[in-house]
């Protein structure tokens, strides 16, 4: 090989390479992503030494508030001006369209870890874009097939009024239709939201199995609250369709026992898990939500494709993503599709009665282990990437 070629082979940019965790640091995701997210890219950086390819690696973070308007300025001068190389975790899907469009300009890369839209595969689908930890269609077709099987076919839900809710709602309820069930109807919330009591009565009355929440955060946290204030949940079933370890937390077993849900990742799922997850407690003195372990998972196989690869330009580092397996300690058995979906195992969960908490943090029993063509949407053909 010539030294021409090697040099063009092992090509930095800038001669650094530059991670940009846009996440809500003060908002209603703060408490799943937010400074935990930050903390996970760097543990990914440590793990690979803070280097690749000889060249530094630089973690930096803002807060986009959740504000499509702000997290596109920000990423624009991240780009422009910081030399910022990828941009990852972007909770709420509408920063993350907003990021992606700007990052396809620039043929720059995005790593979404918490934001979950399937429109992100759909017509907006972009070529340096990968959605790394999960999205609403596999959320929904854990939570809402294992349901219905149980024979809880009627659905009514409480969804936030933006681009995730609705898109959570619309994958539950085509999974609820094509498992034999029915959706009586819907209440859309405004995000973020305080009072649910309104939305909670209307669903009550409506005489659903399922009262199915197609919200998160905050938001899920207290509508499961308040349903379990009214009464509600003694009758109905309460089936928050997006739940973080972080989530459960605030609410306490006692509220949120039995509930069924589906993550990607939880820390006492196997000594692999719990090994990086004591890791991550160590500094963020509490376990990872399955989005701050994505954007670990994402920030180390990023910088294993640019050492693969030779270069962190993005096209490069996109195919060479595309031809791994990836297998760590939060994703297994992924693989990268050309709409930018990262298919990979989910896990379907119910939350443990109090009693049978052996520990901190001990919340769930591991109901199945679910492969992601079982639970992952098929191509969209709207997507331009995906071949026809």
């Given at each position: 090989?010539?030294?021409?070629?090697?040099?063009?082979?092992?090509?930095?940019?800038?001669?650094?390479?530059?991670?940009?965790?846009?996440?809500?640091?003060?908002?209603?995701?703060?408490?799943?992503?937010?400074?935990g997210?930050?903390?996970?890219?760097?543990?990914?950086?440590?793990?690979?030494?803070?280097?690749?390819?000889?060249?530094?690696?630089?973690?930096v973070?803002?807060?986009?508030?959740?504000?499509p308007?702000i997290?596109a300025?920000?990423?624009?001068?991240?780009?422009?001006?910081?030399k910022?190389?990828?941009i990852?975790?972007?909770p709420?899907?509408?920063?993350a369209?907003?990021?992606m469009?700007i990052?396809?300009?620039?043929?720059?890369?995005?790593?979404?870890s918490?934001?979950?839209?399937?429109?992100?595969?759909?017509?907006?689908c972009s070529?340096?874009?990968?959605?790394?930890?999960?999205?609403?269609?596999?959320?929904?077709?854990?939570t809402?097939?294992?349901?219905v099987?149980?024979g809880?076919?009627?659905?009514?839900?409480?969804?936030?009024?933006?681009?995730?809710?609705?898109?959570?709602?619309k994958?539950?309820?085509?999974?609820?239709?094509?498992?034999?069930?029915?959706?009586?109807?819907?209440?859309r919330?405004?995000?973020p939201?305080?009072?649910?009591?309104?939305?909670?009565?209307?669903?009550?009355?409506?005489?659903?199995?399922?009262?199915?929440?197609?919200?998160a955060?905050?938001?899920?946290?207290n509508a499961?609250?308040?349903?379990?204030?009214y009464?509600?949940?003694?009758k109905?079933t309460?089936?928050?369709?997006?739940?973080?370890?972080?989530?459960?937390?605030?609410?306490?077993?006692?509220?949120?026992q039995?509930m069924?849900?589906?993550?990607?990742?939880?820390?006492?799922?196997?000594?692999?898990?719990?090994?990086?997850?004591?890791?991550?407690f160590?500094?963020?003195k509490?376990?990872?939500?399955?989005?701050?372990a994505?954007?670990?998972?994402?920030?180390l196989?990023?910088?294993?494709?640019?050492?693969?690869?030779?270069?962190?330009?993005?096209?490069?580092?996109?195919a060479?993503?595309?031809?791994?397996?990836?297998?760590?300690?939060?994703?297994r058995?992924?693989?990268?599709?050309?709409?930018?979906?990262?298919?990979?195992?989910?896990?379907?969960?119910?939350?443990?009665k109090?009693?049978?908490?052996?520990?901190?943090?001990?919340?769930y029993?591991v109901k199945?282990v679910?492969?992601g063509?079982?639970?992952?949407?098929?191509p969209?053909?709207?997507?331009?990437?995906?071949?026809?």
């Amino acid at each position: 090989m010539g030294i021409g070629t090697a040099a063009a082979q092992s090509r930095i940019s800038d001669d650094v390479v530059k991670i940009g965790v846009l996440t809500d640091l003060s908002g209603v995701y703060s408490d799943l992503a937010g400074n935990g997210s930050v903390i996970a890219a760097r543990l990914a950086v440590e793990e690979m030494g803070g280097k690749v390819l000889g060249k530094p690696v630089e973690v930096v973070s803002a807060d986009h508030q959740n504000k499509p308007d702000i997290a596109a300025n920000l990423a624009r001068s991240w780009y422009d001006q910081d030399k910022v190389d990828v941009i990852v975790d972007m909770p709420t899907s509408s920063t993350a369209l907003a990021v992606m469009e700007i990052a396809r300009q620039k043929n720059k890369m995005t790593l979404l870890s918490s934001a979950g839209a399937t429109a992100v595969l759909g017509e907006k689908c972009s070529p340096t874009n990968v959605q790394w930890t999960f999205n609403t269609y596999a959320l929904a077709a854990g939570t809402a097939r294992a349901l219905v099987k149980e024979g809880k076919k009627s659905w009514y839900f409480i969804t936030a009024d933006y681009t995730f809710g609705q898109s959570l709602e619309k994958d539950a309820s085509e999974v609820v239709l094509a498992n034999g069930g029915q959706v009586l109807g819907n209440s859309r919330h405004p995000f973020p939201g305080n009072d649910f009591s309104a939305f909670l009565l209307k669903a009550q009355s409506s005489k659903a199995d399922v009262i199915a929440l197609a919200n998160a955060g905050s938001d899920t946290i207290n509508a499961v609250k308040q349903a379990r204030e009214y009464g509600i949940s003694n009758k109905q079933t309460i089936a928050p369709l997006l739940t973080y370890l972080s989530d459960v937390h605030s609410m306490g077993l006692a509220k949120a026992q039995g509930m069924y849900l589906t993550e990607s990742f939880y820390w006492d799922q196997d000594d692999q898990a719990r090994a990086w997850s004591r890791k991550f407690f160590e500094k963020a003195k509490k376990m990872p939500t399955s989005a701050q372990a994505g954007v670990y998972s994402a920030v180390l196989n990023y910088l294993k494709a640019i050492q693969a690869a030779g270069t962190d330009n993005a096209p490069a580092v996109i195919a060479q993503l595309k031809s791994m397996t990836i297998n760590d300690a939060v994703i297994r058995n992924g693989k990268l599709r050309d709409d930018g979906a990262l298919v990979h195992d989910m896990l379907l969960l119910q939350v443990k009665k109090p009693a049978e908490s052996k520990q901190p943090w001990d919340y769930y029993h591991v109901k199945a282990v679910m492969q992601g063509k079982d639970v992952y949407p098929a191509p969209n053909p709207a997507c331009a990437l995906v071949r026809k």
